[in-house]
C-alpha cells in the first residue's frame, strides 16, 4: 500500500473535520487564456445555429487518396510509423478526406442534403524557416487548427452565395468586417474565392472539382466547401457591435439588375453601391446570379432615412446615380435603365 494511502485512511479515522484551516500562501493564478480554443467554441455556436451539423473524423487518411486527388501537399504529409490499418496510413493534410466520405454515405442513406463541419486540426512537414509556438525551432511538424465545411444538395439549396452569405454572417457575429471575397485558385476547388481581410487570408471558399467530389468520392451534387485558419482568424480586426435606433420611417426596397463581365467579383460591386447610396441605403444583398454571356446579379437594395420619409423621385435619382456609378467604374449595364 502506497504511503499516501495510508495517511488517507489515517485521516479518515481521525476526521477530516479536525485538520486546521489554512489560507493558501500566495495569490491565485490568473486562468490560462486561449484565444484560439474561445474562438473555436464560439465558431461552434455560430456554426450550428445556421443550420449545419459538427462532425469528428479521426485525423488518419489513407496515403493512396494523396495522388488520387492530386493532393499539392501530398510530399508534406506526414506518414505514420505503425498505423492502425491500411486505411490510416498517414496524418491528414486537409479534412476533405473524411468529410467528402461521409457526405457520400449522407447522400447514400437516402438524405437529401448535407451541411457539415469539424473544427481540427492538419498536420505537415515543416520546410524552410517555419516556425509555430509552442513547437521548437527544430521541431519537424506544423499542427494548423481549422475550420472546414462542406455542402451539397439534391434540391440545389447550398450553392456558393447561400454558402459565402453563412460565412458573412459568421464574421458579422465574430465583430470581423472589411471582409472580402476574391478570386484564387486554392486547391481542391474548380471555382474559387480567398477570403481576406485587409492582408490577411482568412481562409478559402468555392465549389469542390467535380474530378475529386464526383471522380474520387462518387457525388454527383455539387460541393461546396469552406476553409478558415483559426490561427489567422485571432489576429484579424474585431469590433463590438454597436446599435443605433430603429428609424421610424419607412424603407423602400428597390431591384437593380446588373449585366458584367464575369471577371468581375460582386463584392466590388457591392462597395460602390455603398459607396454611392451613401447614409441613404439601408442595406444590398445578392438576390439572384445568372451566368451564361458574362454574369447577371440582381441585387435588392433598401433605401432608408433616419429623418423623413423619402419621396419616389429622391429615391428614382440615388438609384439612378448608383446604376450609372457601376456603369463607369465596372462599364456595367444596369438593365431597365436608360
Request: charged share 25%; glycine share 6%.
Given at each position: 500500500t502506497a504511503s499516501e494511502d495510508i495517511v488517507e485512511e489515517v485521516l479518515r479515522i481521525w476526521g477530516y473535520e479536525k485538520i486546521p484551516s489554512k489560507t493558501l500562501s500566495s495569490v491565485i493564478p490568473k486562468p490560462l487564456i486561449q484565444p484560439e480554443v474561445e474562438l473555436e467554441e464560439k465558431s461552434r455556436?455560430?456554426?450550428?445555429?445556421?443550420?449545419?451539423?459538427?462532425?469528428?473524423?479521426?485525423?488518419?487518411?489513407?496515403?493512396?487518396?494523396?495522388?488520387?486527388?492530386?493532393?499539392?501537399?501530398?510530399?508534406?504529409?506526414?506518414?505514420?510509423?505503425?498505423?492502425?490499418?491500411?486505411?490510416?496510413?498517414?496524418?491528414?493534410?486537409?479534412?476533405?478526406?473524411?468529410?467528402?466520405?461521409?457526405?457520400?454515405?449522407?447522400?447514400?442513406?437516402?438524405?437529401?442534403?448535407?451541411?457539415?463541419?469539424?473544427?481540427?486540426?492538419?498536420?505537415?512537414?515543416?520546410?524552410?524557416?517555419?516556425?509555430?509556438?509552442?513547437?521548437?525551432?527544430?521541431?519537424?511538424?506544423?499542427?494548423?487548427?481549422?475550420?472546414?465545411?462542406?455542402?451539397?444538395?439534391?434540391?440545389?439549396?447550398?450553392?456558393?452565395?447561400?454558402?459565402?452569405?453563412?460565412?458573412?454572417?459568421?464574421?458579422?457575429?465574430?465583430?470581423?468586417?472589411?471582409?472580402?471575397?476574391?478570386?484564387?485558385?486554392?486547391?481542391?476547388?474548380?471555382?474559387?474565392?480567398?477570403?481576406?481581410?485587409?492582408?490577411?487570408?482568412?481562409?478559402?471558399?468555392?465549389?469542390?472539382?467535380?474530378?475529386?467530389?464526383?471522380?474520387?468520392?462518387?457525388?454527383?451534387?455539387?460541393?461546396?466547401?469552406?476553409?478558415?485558419?483559426?490561427?489567422?482568424?485571432?489576429k484579424a480586426k474585431t469590433e463590438p457591435k454597436s446599435y443605433v435606433p430603429y428609424s421610424q420611417y419607412p424603407a423602400v426596397t428597390m431591384d437593380m439588375s446588373v449585366l458584367i463581365d464575369s471577371t468581375v467579383q460582386a463584392g466590388e460591386l457591392i462597395t460602390k453601391i455603398k459607396e454611392v447610396g451613401g447614409e441613404l441605403l439601408r442595406s444590398v444583398k445578392i438576390a439572384d446570379v445568372y451566368e451564361k454571356e458574362g454574369r447577371s446579379i440582381l441585387f435588392s437594395i433598401v433605401y432608408q432615412s433616419k429623418e423623413k420619409n423619402l419621396t419616389t423621385d429622391e429615391v428614382n435619382e440615388l438609384h439612378k446615380k448608383i446604376g450609372e456609378a457601376l456603369h463607369t467604374s465596372f462599364n456595367a449595364t444596369i438593365r431597365g435603365m436608360n
Amino acid at each position: 500500500t502506497a504511503s499516501e494511502d495510508i495517511v488517507e485512511e489515517v485521516l479518515r479515522i481521525w476526521g477530516y473535520e479536525k485538520i486546521p484551516s489554512k489560507t493558501l500562501s500566495s495569490v491565485i493564478p490568473k486562468p490560462l487564456i486561449q484565444p484560439e480554443v474561445e474562438l473555436e467554441e464560439k465558431s461552434r455556436d455560430l456554426l450550428a445555429a445556421q443550420g449545419m451539423s459538427e462532425i469528428i473524423t479521426v485525423p488518419f487518411v489513407e496515403g493512396s487518396k494523396f495522388e488520387a486527388i492530386k493532393d499539392p501537399l501530398k510530399e508534406r504529409a506526414i506518414a505514420i510509423v505503425n498505423p492502425p490499418t491500411a486505411l490510416h496510413t498517414h496524418l491528414r493534410t486537409n479534412m476533405f478526406y473524411e468529410h467528402l466520405a461521409i457526405a457520400h454515405k449522407v447522400l447514400g442513406r437516402g438524405d437529401n442534403e448535407f451541411a457539415l463541419f469539424e473544427v481540427g486540426k492538419v498536420y505537415l512537414k515543416k520546410v524552410g524557416g517555419e516556425n509555430q509556438p509552442p513547437h521548437k525551432p527544430d521541431f519537424p511538424y506544423l499542427e494548423n487548427r481549422q475550420i472546414s465545411a462542406i455542402f451539397g444538395s439534391k434540391k440545389k439549396n447550398w450553392d456558393y452565395y447561400h454558402v459565402k452569405g453563412i460565412l458573412e454572417n459568421y464574421f458579422e457575429e465574430l465583430g470581423m468586417h472589411d471582409i472580402t471575397f476574391s478570386k484564387s485558385n486554392a486547391f481542391p476547388y474548380s471555382t474559387a474565392g480567398e477570403i481576406k481581410q485587409g492582408d490577411l487570408v482568412l481562409g478559402t471558399i468555392g465549389i469542390v472539382n467535380p474530378a475529386i467530389s464526383r471522380g474520387v468520392f462518387h457525388i454527383d451534387e455539387e460541393v461546396t466547401a469552406f476553409v478558415i485558419d483559426i490561427e489567422t482568424l485571432v489576429k484579424a480586426k474585431t469590433e463590438p457591435k454597436s446599435y443605433v435606433p430603429y428609424s421610424q420611417y419607412p424603407a423602400v426596397t428597390m431591384d437593380m439588375s446588373v449585366l458584367i463581365d464575369s471577371t468581375v467579383q460582386a463584392g466590388e460591386l457591392i462597395t460602390k453601391i455603398k459607396e454611392v447610396g451613401g447614409e441613404l441605403l439601408r442595406s444590398v444583398k445578392i438576390a439572384d446570379v445568372y451566368e451564361k454571356e458574362g454574369r447577371s446579379i440582381l441585387f435588392s437594395i433598401v433605401y432608408q432615412s433616419k429623418e423623413k420619409n423619402l419621396t419616389t423621385d429622391e429615391v428614382n435619382e440615388l438609384h439612378k446615380k448608383i446604376g450609372e456609378a457601376l456603369h463607369t467604374s465596372f462599364n456595367a449595364t444596369i438593365r431597365g435603365m436608360n
